[in-house]
């Protein structure tokens, strides 16, 4: 145990060896203007978010429409700032969804022998179906809505998160201090708290950055395709799907979000990656 705990870095140490590789600092660099620039979107973007103003419609990139504007003469800097905002919440959001519902699942599934069965089952029974298509027909189940989008995600991004907490805890369950704190009649739930969880940490975080990407990309699809939130509301995957329309005379209203989700995806995953090789054993050493 002192071996493994002299091996173990510390917060700092974790934080500047993370920190070191330039991937993930580009990627948490990113993460963070596009977070900021979301955040501050009222008091940043020139114009409301839907403004119309017919005279200027599909302008091109210019001093006062930086991404130009759309077929309604809205700005396109604006929706894409507002965009990233619902894009943003939705992938907190699923997060959040699928830890409660992947972890309890998983705790449950690894704690409990037989209860181990059918849950597996469950689980692997709604991976066996793409994302997109689960959560199209979650979405058209339940009805297209901001929250019916977060709840349809979280749905179908929970299995991924449980069957990673349940392999750990197949393993963790057996330990010797898992053993002795059920021979002082510790009970249960204190067992699965502060003796299981506890050391799940680590891939439950890398795993919520991926889904955190996942998210973001599949909330993007189903506003692309019409079964997301209302129209009304900018989100990256609308402001792509009216400018197909245009490609060729306005490649603007597809390129600017475009390469938002491309910058806000692939930082999510280089920050991911990085917490993968950093709380990996096995990897760290290549740090």
């Known amino acids: 145990m002192a071996a493994v705990a002299a ?40 114009f409301p978010p839907n403004r119309l103003s017919i005279v ?51 705790l449950v599934a690894g704690f409990f022998r037989r209860l181990d069965t059918p849950i597996a089952r469950i689980i692997d029974a709604m991976m066996a179906f793409p994302d997109i298509l689960l959560a199209i027909a979650l979405v058209a189940a339940l009805g297209p809505s901001l929250a019916t989008v977060i709840v349809a995600l979280g749905i179908v991004y929970a299995p991924r998160l449980a ?16 053993e002795a704190a059920r021979a002082l009649g510790v009970p249960t739930w204190r067992i699965m708290t502060r003796h299981v969880l506890r050391n799940l940490v680590s891939p439950i975080l890398v795993q919520g950055t991926f889904i ?24 990256w995957g609308t402001m792509i799907a009216a400018g197909r329309q245009y490609v060729g005379q306005a490649d603007w209203m597809t390129l600017f979000p475009g390469i938002a989700i491309v910058l806000s995806v692939l930082s999510l995953q280089l920050v991911g990656d990085g917490l993968r090789d950093l709380l990996d054993p096995r990897l760290r050493k290549d740090l």
């Open 7 to 46: 091996d173990a870095p510390t917060r700092g140490q974790a934080l500047r060896q993370l920190l070191r590789r330039r991937t993930v600092l580009i990627g948490i660099l990113i993460l963070l203007v596009i977070a900021t620039a979301a955040i501050l979107a009222p008091w940043i973007a020139p």
């Open 56 to 106: 200027n419609r599909l302008k091109p990139p210019s001093a006062t429409y930086w991404f130009g504007t759309d077929e309604f003469g809205r700005d396109g800097f604006t929706r894409t700032l507002y965009a990233g905002r619902l894009s943003l919440l939705v992938g907190i959001c699923v997060v959040v969804f699928a830890c409660v519902v992947g972890i309890t699942l998983g």
């Open 163 to 178: 069957r990673v907490v349940r392999a750990s805890t197949l393993v963790i369950r057996e330990l010797p201090y898992v």
């Open 212 to 235: 955190f990407a996942y998210a973001m990309l599949a909330e993007a699809g189903l506003s692309f395709l019409g079964v997301g939130v209302s129209p009304e509301i900018p989100t």
